[in-house]
T-cell receptor, first 117, second 114 residues
Framework: AQSVTQLDSQVPVFEEAPVELRCNYSSSVSVYLFWYVQYPNQGLQLLLKYLSGSTLVKGINGFEAEFNKSQTSFHLRKPSVHISDTAEYFCAVTPFEAVGSNYKLTFGKGTLLTVNP | DAGVTQSPTHLIKTRGQQVTLRCSPKSGHDTVSWYQQALGQGPQFIFQYYEEEERQRGNFPDRFSGHQFPNYSSELNVNALLLGDSALYLC?????????????FGPGTRLTVT
């Protein structure tokens, strides 16, 4: 079984400041990792994913994340945030062998990023 | 392409009642998954339907049941509603042979149980 811990439930920042949203996971098998964003009254949208290869992955809207296997972490970063980045962000995992079989995702509890002017 | 649509948008029910939520998948998609997102929590997997059958299920009681129709649309039914069933219910659609991260989420149905 897998579990995901998002270490901060809320992160307030000022516009144009850098931000890091933290995610740690636990799994007895290798996993693929994802970050999703949920804007108010909207469904989840995939921001980025780590499947293999380079541990630094880039996603949409200027976000990037780094996979650290030894620390079982997958932190999300953005060097300069905008007001429009205000949303809930979810880290998620799925087992290695399951990704081709449309297996379920296991999500963290989410981090509310609030960007203030 | 309308993407994944869900109805209704909001719903208020009383404890003990039954509710049906509906989902239309993105055009061409054949697999539908349902998630429950309680306030302050991440989405939790309820079940997944493919070829009109439940293919996998999360840790939810039998009060939660579903159905998939020949046109791939799906319903989520919850019987004997409890206050704890209040949540945002998300539907996601995908192609069975594609990886899970290529699923598309709908905007959700917010269920309030009083």
């Amino acid at each position: 079984a897998q579990s995901v811990t998002q270490l901060d439930s809320q992160v307030p920042v000022f516009e144009e400041a850098p931000v890091e949203l933290r995610c740690n996971y636990s799994s007895s098998v290798s996993v693929y990792l994802f970050w999703y964003v949920q804007y108010p009254n909207q469904g989840l949208q995939l921001l980025l994913k780590y499947l293999s290869g380079s541990t630094l992955v880039k996603g949409i809207n200027g976000f990037e994340a780094e996979f650290n296997k030894s620390q079982t972490s997958f932190h999300l970063r953005k060097p300069s945030v905008h007001i429009s980045d205000t949303a809930e962000y979810f880290c998620a995992v799925t087992p290695f062998e399951a990704v081709g079989s449309n297996y379920k995702l296991t999500f963290g509890k989410g981090t509310l990023l609030t960007v203030n002017p | 392409d309308a993407g994944v649509t869900q109805s209704p948008t909001h719903l208020i029910k009383t404890r003990g009642q039954q509710v049906t939520l509906r989902c239309s998948p993105k055009s061409g998609h054949d697999t539908v998954s349902w998630y429950q997102q309680a306030l302050g929590q991440g989405p939790q997997f309820i079940f997944q339907y493919y070829e009109e059958e439940e293919r996998q299920r999360g840790n939810f009681p039998d009060r939660f049941s579903g159905h998939q129709f020949p046109n791939y649309s799906s319903e989520l039914n919850v019987n004997a509603l409890l206050l704890g069933d209040s949540a945002l219910y998300l539907c996601a659609s995908s192609l069975a042979w594609k990886p899970i991260y290529e699923q598309y989420f709908g905007p959700g149905t917010r269920l309030t149980v009083t």
